[in-house]
Nanobody, 126 residues
């Protein structure tokens, strides 16, 4: 069974940091673009960050630029999201996603990703 499994979420105070991980199982996702999205109840899932299949390109939503960093370790088939200077508005369920590198730039739209994890909750208290 192909799976993406997120971990690393939790409760943190504003200004704190968390590192999310997304590990693959059932198949390898090397050669795939990888992305992070987040969703709050009642709202649509939104783009956070993405990294190209070879790590050469990254993109971020403006709301997290300068605070979040996406990276990948293909030897471990894992993607990370380092989140610093967290704000209460970062509170959401965070999902990782994977898509084959059919284009040079990693997608930023949910509809463009074929594989998804179950998510991990991040709560930032003020």
């Amino acid at each position: 069974q192909v799976q993406l499994a997120e971990s690393g979420g939790g409760l943190v105070q504003a200004g704190g940091s968390l590192r999310l991980s997304c590990a693959a199982s059932g198949r390898t996702f090397s050669g795939y673009h990888r992305g992070w999205f987040r969703q709050v109840p009642g709202k649509e899932r939104k783009f956070v960050a993405a990294i190209s299949w070879n790590g050469g390109r990254t993109s971020y939503d403006d709301s997290v630029k300068g605070r979040f960093t996406i990276s990948r370790d293909d030897a471990k088939d894992t993607v990370y999201l380092q989140m610093n200077s967290l704000k209460p508005e970062d509170t959401a369920r965070y999902y990782c996603a994977a898509e084959w590198n059919g284009r040079p730039y990693p997608p930023t739209a949910t509809a463009e990703y074929a594989y998804w994890g179950q998510g991990t909750q991040v709560t930032v208290s003020s």
